[in-house]
């Protein structure tokens, strides 16, 4: 990655809000909508980016985490009628302390294990709603962040609001996750991830690293789950299914999980792939079954085939063969 | 008193299944180094294709035994047509260690899609072939029924086949020459790469068997879409760790034990613990025996 200075890096991610702020007013709704989950899923993948590609650490849990954000962001506005920026710091807070624990457990175990075991939590965790009265069982808990305010105008619709609101927060998160991969921290994960052992020996404390990375990731993934529960209006059991896991680890791949740079290719196939399913399985006029399941079908394929041709991701791909042509 | 009898013959018969699921994870670990998750997908296709027989020629038994063999073939298949690619593709580079994870989670995703297409996202029925309701003694009635019988006779017979072929045979020699030392059997004539798409599609045969069986546990009816397979796979893998993931002996403890564990919890604490359960087992197992109930403690290779 060419390096940036800090002041240089900020200005971008300004000049990239301004550009959402305009493209925001010229396009319909649901595209608004659709960039809202652009959004979502760039801060799940980037966690998933965090954990894998920075420490090598795999999860399939990613969706559970999502899960706790959300319930902490939607029980603070319930209870406590919280400022929507005060629910989406719980939701970092809470989802960062899950991680944290579970990072605990996790840098004892390694490949293999560490992904049967998040396996299992995605697919235990949701049940919990179930178990406990106040988490609202089946149906939920509703999470309403309120009407937009007047002053942005009379039609500034929900959607946008939504947008908006999901565009920064993904932004800042962005670009603090950027500064912490560029850290000392950032530079002991990559040692970690490249050999684990060589690296302690360098005096890299690994179970420390390796906690951090999760509680960090969590942290994110919690803060995706929340604005993932603003944009439904609900947190449920059912909107944090373990297929939401498989997802966001498949726009990691996509994206390639060693770098942050290909994280929008990610985000954007995962929100686009059933659009050009439906469009696909129109023009083929095919029957119901095969449309419903066309979308799990063209994710599935996309992920097996990254695997197998460019495993490091398209940005990483392109990377190195630049970087052979000019050795040559 | 009868309670603690019915719970110890529920997590019984699950935990018969839970051992099926655990030595088909351990015979692919053993092969090839690798979680299969699609396990849950070759489940989900064997129950279908049972469901398909058993709506032709309407005999469960016929049905079972055609979709264990359509397992094995399947299972063999991924590993002829994919893993070898796989794995000759990504040896190196930073996911070197994550790449099969995440591969077997697309076949999955293809395979659970691909039977939704065809069969259809609802329910379908397999009608459990004996009745399902408990043999009783004198005025109590157990949970114990004729199918739940029926399904543990199954896999111990399984189990015991499995046995004979790794103690007996020449075949069983190999397999576990190759999973002990890979470059030595080849050196001793054994054809690592055709015994390694055996043990794939002795996996598939149990993982299949496992699948439908475990459909008959219940009232016989599922979808694409149901937990039950991905709670399989979950049981299974757990069994399989408990049992320290390189021994089947270890698998069938494994799945029994855990079986066990879960059925207490269920009838003695919550039912609705039903999916958290063999999480906090998992855990409590990595916490205090990482290397499984009869697994060696090895120093991990780097």
């Known amino acids: ?51 894998t590609g920075y420490s090598g650490q795999v999860s399939l849990g990613q969706g559970a985490l999502l899960g706790v954000g959300g319930y902490a962001a939607a029980l603070m506005r319930i209870h406590y009628n919280a400022p929507i920026w005060l629910c989406f710091s719980a939701a970092i807070i809470v989802a960062a302390m899950a991680g944290g624990l579970l990072g605990l457990a996790a840098a004892r175990l390694s490949g293999p294990y560490l992904a049967g075991t998040t396996l299992a939590l995605a697919v235990g965790l949701p049940s919990i ?34 947008f908006w609101i999901a565009s920064l927060a993904t932004l800042i998160a962005i670009f603090w996750l950027q500064n912490v991969m560029r850290s000392r921290y950032g530079r002991s994960w990559k040692a970690v991830r490249g050999n684990d052992v060589a690296a302690e020996l360098a005096g890299i404390n690994l179970t420390r690293n390796k906690t951090l990375a999760f509680t960090l990731s969590a942290g994110l993934a919690g803060l995706s789950g929340a604005l993932l529960a603003m944009t439904i209006g609900t947190v449920s059991p059912s909107a944090f299914p373990l297929s939401l896991s498989f997802s966001l680890l498949t726009g990691a791949v996509l994206s390639g999980v060693t770098t ?22 129109s023009r083929f006029s095919s029957s119901e ?5 066309l979308p799990g079908l063209l994710v599935s394929t996309l992920l097996i085939l990254t695997v197998l041709f460019v495993p490091n991701g398209p940005v990483e791909q392109l990377r190195t063969r630049r970087e052979h042509r000019v050795n040559k | 008193m009868i309670q603690f009898i019915n719970t110890i013959l529920i997590g019984f018969t699950s935990g018969a299944i839970y051992a099926l699921m655990a030595m088909a994870i351990v015979l692919v670990w053993r092969s090839t180094r690798v979680i299969n998750f699609a396990q849950a997908g070759l489940a989900l296709a064997s129950a279908y294709i049972g469901y398909q027989v058993v709506q032709s020629i309407s005999n469960y038994w016929v049905a079972l035994i055609i979709a264990m063999f359509a397992g094995a073939a399947l299972s063999a298949l991924i590993e002829i047509a994919f893993m070898r690619l796989l794995l000759k593709h990504t040896s190196s580079g930073p996911i070197a260690s994550v790449a099969p994870i995440i591969a077997t989670l697309g076949l999955l995703g293809i395979i659970k899609a691909g039977i939704a297409m065809i069969w259809g996202g609802q329910y379908v029925v397999v009608k459990p072939p004996l009745s399902n309701t408990g043999f009783s003694i004198g005025t109590h009635t157990l949970v114990f029924s004729p199918m739940k019988l029926a399904i543990v006779i199954s896999v111990a017979s399984l189990v015991l086949v499995f046995s004979l072929i790794f103690q007996k045979t020449n075949i069983g020699l190999a397999l576990r020459a190759s999973a002990f030392a890979p470059e030595i059997a080849r050196l001793a004539g054994v054809k690592v790469d055709l015994v390694r798409t055996l043990g794939w599609a002795l996996s598939g045969a149990a993982g299949a068997v496992a699948g439908l069986l475990l459909t008959s546990n219940g009232n016989g009816s599922f979808s694409p879409e149901s937990m039950e397979f991905s709670l399989l796979l979950i049981s299974g893998f757990i069994a399989a760790v408990i049992g320290g993931l390189e021994s089947l002996v270890g698998a069938v ?13 269920l009838m003695y604490i919550s039912g609705s613990l039903f999916f958290i359960a063999p999480f906090v087992v998992l855990l409590i197992v990595l916490f205090i025996r990482p290397q499984g109930i009869i697994g060696v403690k090895v120093g991990r290779r780097a």
């Open chain 2, 253 to 265: 403890i494994g799945g029994l034990v855990l079986g066990l564990v879960t059925s207490f919890v």
């Open chain 1, 289 to 293: 079954a095969v449309t419903n399941n």
């Open chain 1, 260 to 281: 942050l740079g290909g994280v929008m290719i990610g985000a954007v196939t995962l929100v686009a792939i059933p659009e050009i399913a439906g469009a696909v399985a």
């Open chain 1, 1 to 51: 990655m060419h390096k940036l200075s800090n002041k240089k890096r900020l200005g971008i991610f300004l000049l990239l809000g301004v550009a959402i702020y305009f493209l925001s007013g010229a396009v319909d709704e649901l595209r608004v909508y659709q960039g809202a989950s652009v959004a979502v899923f760039v801060l799940g993948i980037s966690s998933i980016i965090l954990l």
């Open chain 1, 129 to 162: 709603a179930n178990q406990f009265a106040f988490l609202g069982g089946e149906q939920g808990l509703l999470f309403d962040v309120g009407f937009p305010p007047l002053s942005l105008g009379k039609d500034f619709t929900q959607y946008k609001w939504f």
